[in-house]
């Protein structure tokens, strides 16, 4: 369960200027529920993912994951708490164009050094078979569409069997029958047990999800 408690979270701009990107920031997430975090650009969606998914810290407030206190944490435990809870897929993909398709997937396994490389592959096929596409592991991530590379970028994230997912405008880069079948994998994935969350300014996208989560200026306003 994720458990966020008057969070805020500032930028500094320099010049002794700040910009205040969440602002008493309280929500209870479920294991298992599939939620939509939407709002407009600049509302704090994305900063919400960033401390949700460990990928960033905060001021004040407490975060709870499970019911461990998480809050304020170094960059190393942050890390480690991703590579052992959280997968995460980026809208632009975030994948090394130049490896191939199961090298994407493999990446966050490097992380465990107690994972032997032929383990670190057979989980790494496992992933991209449970996506439907194990006949483009040695294929390079520069020569797949935008659909194959989101499905590499979700079998990336399930690699290390998080209990959550966290995925920011997965839908943003491709046309609307991608789009479709993307989230078909996330609902599939949430019925096995996943928690999946997804940040969206798209209404259709939201209403796949069995929760929405507004944000407006930093703030929960629905």
Known sequence: MIELK????????GKSNAFEALKDISLTIE??????????????????????GCIDD?????????????SH???KRRAEIRCRDIGIVMQ????????????????????????HDVKRKQRAVGALEQLGIAELMDKKVSKLSG???????????LVNNPSIIIADEPTGALDVKTSGEIMDIFRKLNDSGITIIIVTHDPEVASA?????EIGDGRIIN
């Open 58 to 70: 905060f001021e004040k407030g407490v975060y709870l994951l499970n019911g461990e206190d998480i």
């Open 6 to 13: 008057n969070v805020y979270k500032t930028y500094n701009l």
């Open 209 to 213: 999800c069995r929760r929405i989560i």
């Open 73 to 75: 944490t170094n960059d």
């Open 92 to 115: 632009d993909f975030a994948l090394v164009e130049e490896y191939s398709a199961i090298e994407n997937v493999m990446i966050p396994m490097y992380f465990d050094r107690t994972r």
């Open 147 to 157: 659909g194959q590379k989101q499905r590499v970028a979700i079998a990336r994230a």
């Open 31 to 52: 294991d298992g529920e599939m939620v939509a975090v939407t709002g407009k650009s600049g509302a704090g969606k994305s900063t919400l993912m960033h401390i949700i």
